[in-house]
């Protein structure tokens, strides 16, 4: 299976510089992406320019917006639109001039006679964050989210997320949490596979903005694929945390607790981005793809022992007693 999904890889790549042309060589007003790299801008032109995770110096005029996302920048040019910050740190130099700054926990330094302009949280109620100072001549204006405050609310969001997931086919993750116990070797081969796949096919399209609408839709896949196998392993990390006491707990007990366990150890430091990048990715999918060749393909289907206590539904005594008389008299 590895073999054929480096061929698959390789075909991508052979075929992608002829299908795909360059940004400068389809439309020089549209929206430009820049992802993950270094960039020195010295040519004035118009169009939408977003950056994300990237490192950029701006000394070239702009007309239109420019959105930053975990990204640096410094700007030393006149730029007429207006600039979204978000996670991200901006520098205004002596000839940098904009018209307003949207932040979201960013920093934003420029020179304290700079031209005036605007700066405003995205979020209003985020006010009690902002933090302006002076030194050396600059004005420094942060509105940094605290750290903690982040992870809770990523993890908050995720655990929703699981959840909705869940609510839509328990069984097929259900099936999926016991693919941890019977099919690990092929959790192992079917998550490096689809993992080089999608992250293949992402690069692939990322170069050429004609491809960026398609490497976001299967970014947008592949991060579907990570939330399902995350679901079916937190249900059973959960179901493995908590048979070991006396009590019962449902299913979205199990699934919620082992979610929180999840998250909390990727934020640990130093293997923050080793888990979130490449363990996670690849065990979630391999779970979930696993679970689809099981589930759809050879029609396996494993029995669950740690859901019989949520196959109890609740009933009315009364309506089954009801339904006992009726039957009497009948008789």
């Not at 007309?63 to 600039?83: A, K, Y």
């Amino acid at each position: 299976m590895i073999k054929k999904g480096l061929l698959l890889i390789i075909i991508l790549l052979s075929f992608s510089t002829k299908v795909f042309g360059s940004f400068d060589e389809t439309d020089k007003n549209g929206p430009k992406l820049y992802f993950f790299q270094n960039y020195v801008l010295k040519e004035h032109r118009s169009g939408v320019n977003i950056f994300l995770f990237s490192n950029a110096t701006l000394e070239a005029r702009g007309q239109d917006d420019i959105f930053l996302f975990f990204s640096n920048i410094e700007i030393g040019s006149e730029i007429r639109g207006n600039v979204y910050s978000f996670f991200s740190n901006i520098i205004l130099n002596s000839d940098g001039k904009v018209n307003s700054i949207s932040s979201l926990s960013s920093t934003i330094t420029y020179l304290k006679d700079s031209p005036e302009f605007q700066i405003k949280p995205v979020v209003k109620v985020m006010d009690f964050l902002i933090n302006i100072n002076e030194q050396n001549g600059y004005v420094i204006y942060k509105d940094k989210i605290p750290s903690f405050i982040l992870i809770l609310l990523m993890i908050f969001v995720k655990t929703f997320v699981c959840m909705i997931f869940f609510a839509l086919r328990k069984g097929f993750f259900l099936q999926g949490s016991m693919t941890v116990i019977h099919d690990k070797s092929y959790i192992f081969k079917n998550g490096i596979l689809s993992y080089i796949i999608f992250i293949a096919m992402i690069i692939v399209f990322l170069l050429s903005v004609l491809g960026v609408p398609i490497s976001l839709m299967v970014f947008a896949v592949f991060y579907i694929c990570i939330i399902c196998g995350q679901v079916s392993f937190s249900l059973f990390i959960g179901n493995e945390v908590l048979s070991n006491t006396n009590k019962r707990f449902t299913i979205n007990t199990k699934l919620i607790l082992g979610v929180i366990l999840l998250e909390t150890l990727s934020f640990f430091p130093f293997i923050y981005y080793f888990i979130k990048f490449f363990v996670y990715p690849i065990l979630f999918t391999g779970i979930f793809m696993t679970s689809v060749i099981n589930v759809y393909i050879k029609k396996i289907f494993y029995n669950i022992p740690y859901v019989s206590e949520n196959a109890i539904k609740h009933f009315d005594s009364n309506k089954i007693k009801e339904i006992i008389m009726k039957e009497i008299d009948k008789v």
